[in-house]
């Protein structure tokens, strides 16, 4: 089947990619805009990193500081990169000559019967996106270690400007966090995606089934649970 070719998809499949994008605006609603965002292991740790950069501003010796930037550095760039390939993986898609029917019964898979193409472009699109919040991310991360170079040694005599120093790396190392969250989040909602090629119900439960594990890691998961530790309490 070429790209010239395609159909309209069917009824089905209209159905799953409405679902999709259901459970993509009800997650954002619930994490990121909506009132249930103060409760979120995102927000719990945008706390930790202001203690930790207010913590670092008392040091007078910074490597371990230095080190932690570098690590966060790296991540996004890990994933950066790999959005790239996954990108080019959608790619061909369109442009081989891939028998994908006969790849999906080897691995023991249902094929759709309605063109493949449309779900190539969507993870494309999807893959993009996050390979944008990653390289973003690294740029926002490499600005917060830079302003936090630019923090004024603890001994500072001017307390004011020292504290306005500071609260620029907390808030930009924050946002470059909230960058890189996005980028992941995209990566794991692209999963039911490669699943949409045995058909629209496997896309529609397993976005389901992802939005629901993101939901329990947000709000219910074990990690939460340990940021919420007071001290003189075990939990």
Avoid at 100 to 112: E, K, Q, R
Avoid at 175 to 181: N, P, S
Wanted: proline share 4%.
């Amino acid at each position: 089947m070429t790209f010239s070719s395609m159909d309209w998809l069917a009824t089905g499949d209209w159905f799953a990619l409405c679902w999709f994008g259901l459970n993509v605006a009800l997650y954002a609603f619930l994490v990121d805009w909506g009132p249930t965002r103060v409760f979120t292991l995102t927000t719990h740790m945008g706390f930790e990193r202001r203690r930790w950069l207010e913590v670092m501003a008392e040091r007078e010796t910074r490597i371990m500081d230095i080190n932690i930037s570098q690590g966060l550095l790296s991540g996004s760039a890990f994933f950066a990169s790999t959005s790239l390939l996954a990108i080019g993986g959608a790619f061909t898609l369109l442009t081989s000559d891939l028998d994908l029917d006969a790849l999906m019964t080897s691995i023991g898979l249902p094929h759709a019967t309605t063109p493949w193409e449309p779900k190539a472009l969507l993870l494309m699109a999807v893959y993009g996106y996050a390979f944008f919040k990653f390289g973003w991310g690294y740029r926002l991360f490499t600005y917060s270690a830079i302003l936090m170079g630019a923090v004024t040694p603890f001994d500072a005599e001017d307390r004011a400007e020292r504290r306005l120093r500071l609260e620029k790396a907390i808030r930009m190392n924050i946002v470059a966090a909230g960058q890189f969250t996005r980028g992941l989040r995209a990566i794991f909602m692209s999963v039911p995606l490669l699943l949409w090629f045995a058909g629209p119900w496997f896309l529609a439960a397993s976005m389901t089934l992802v939005t629901g594990v993101l939901l329990h890691r947000q709000f219910l998961s074990p990690p939460l649970k340990l940021l919420k530790l007071e001290v003189g309490r075990d939990g």
